[in-house]
Each structure stands twice: as structure tokens, then as C-alpha cells.
């Protein structure tokens, strides 16, 4: 069973940033962000494959966003121009492998971090 660990979640002003991580214990090919803000679905956020060649964003987060990879076992996220909306429960997600149409569902990840919180003060 392949454990995810994520990290860098807090408070942090409108306008504000913070960096998410997010360790698993085995490689893995694909790894992504989703995020639930209370009273909503858990939604995409993006996603990236092991080499990094290949990455994902959800619209609202374009521009702002950024997901990297450390090695097969570690990746980052990047969130800069914080704003109300991106209040949420971030989670971390992977996959041995997933097709690059199919990264932004929820459906294709078997493995999932128990989350971390990020409350963006307006």
C-alpha cells in the first residue's frame, strides 16, 4: 500500500503564498493535488508525471499555480496570488501510471494523502 504525506498547509493573507509537498513511499509515475473546500466536491487542482515532461492545471489555478517533481517519490505545488477561493483541504494523489487525458479525474488515483489545510484570509 503506497502512503502519501503532505506538508505545508497553514494560514497565509490574500495575496500571499505557501508550498505544498507531498511524499510518497514508493516511486510513482503520476502525482497530483485535488482540493475540497467545505460543502463542495473534491476538485482537481493539477497534476504532473514523474519526469515532469508532462503537466496539468485546473483553469482557476493557471497562471498562479505551480507543480514540480523532486524525484519518482516527491512533488511539490507552488501557490502563489492566494486568494478567498483557495480555501480548502489540499490532498495528494498518485498513480502507478495514468493516461494524460484522464489526470484531472479523481477516478484513476488509488492512493491518497490524508490532506493538509490551507485558509487564505481575506
Known amino acids: 500500500q503506497v502512503q502519501l504525506v503532505e506538508s505545508g498547509g497553514g494560514l497565509v493573507q490574500a495575496g500571499g503564498s505557501l508550498r505544498l509537498s507531498c511524499v510518497a513511499s514508493?516511486?510513482?509515475?503520476?502525482m497530483a493535488w485535488f482540493r475540497q473546500a467545505p460543502g463542495k466536491e473534491r476538485e482537481f487542482v493539477a497534476a504532473?508525471?514523474?519526469?515532469?515532461?508532462?503537466s496539468y492545471y485546473a483553469d482557476a489555478v493557471k497562471g498562479r499555480f505551480t507543480i514540480s517533481r523532486d524525484n519518482a517519490k516527491e512533488t511539490r505545488l507552488e501557490m502563489n496570488s492566494l486568494n478567498a477561493a483557495d480555501t480548502a483541504v489540499y490532498y495528494c494523489?498518485?498513480?502507478?501510471?495514468?493516461?494524460?487525458?484522464?489526470?484531472?479525474?479523481?477516478?484513476?488515483?488509488?492512493?491518497w494523502g490524508l490532506g493538509t489545510q490551507v485558509t487564505v484570509s481575506s
Open positions: 504532473i508525471t514523474w519526469s515532469g515532461g508532462t
Open positions: 514508493l516511486n510513482m509515475h503520476t
Open positions: 494523489a498518485s498513480q502507478y501510471g495514468i493516461a494524460v487525458g484522464f489526470m484531472p479525474q479523481r477516478g484513476p488515483y488509488d492512493f
